[in-house]
Nanobody, 118 residues
Framework: VQLQASGGGLVQAGGSLRLSCAAS????????MGWYRQAPGKQRELVAV???????VYADSVKGRFTISWNNARNTVYLQMNNLKPEDTAVYYC?????????????WGQGTQVTVSS
């Protein structure tokens, strides 16, 4: 399974971005996908997860602002980020797992930079 992340960029506080993560390869084996982020000097943290059963999990810091979803083919996962804050600035990574887990980690995409200016 290969993951290709896209959609990062520079946005002002209060703005929106949508990240995409396209999966290729043996995508039928994937039962969970998610997004992590890592800010400079900080550990990587889980942002949002979605499972094949459509269960979603969000970090407390993004609840009500971020939404994770699949496309119909279940080969792309999106992270709609609204009301962005400077503290959302980080490199965002997508991940996928063969298990229906709240912390996908079997496969990783490259990071995409999100920068929120105040």
């Amino acid at each position: 399974v290969q993951l290709q992340a896209s959609g990062g960029g520079l946005v002002q506080a209060g703005g929106s971005l949508r990240l995409s993560c396209a999966a290729s390869g043996l995508i039928s084996s994937i039962n969970g996908m998610g997004w992590y982020r890592q800010a400079p000097g900080k550990q990587r943290e889980l942002v949002a997860v979605i499972t094949s059963g459509s269960t979603t999990v969000y970090a407390d810091s993004v609840k009500g602002r971020f939404t994770i979803s699949w496309n119909n083919a279940r080969n792309t996962v999106y992270l709609q980020m609204n009301n962005l804050k400077p503290e959302d600035t980080a490199v965002y990574y997508c991940a996928a797992d063969r298990a229906e887990t709240s912390s996908p980690k079997d496969y990783w995409g490259q990071g995409t930079q999100v920068t929120v200016s105040s």
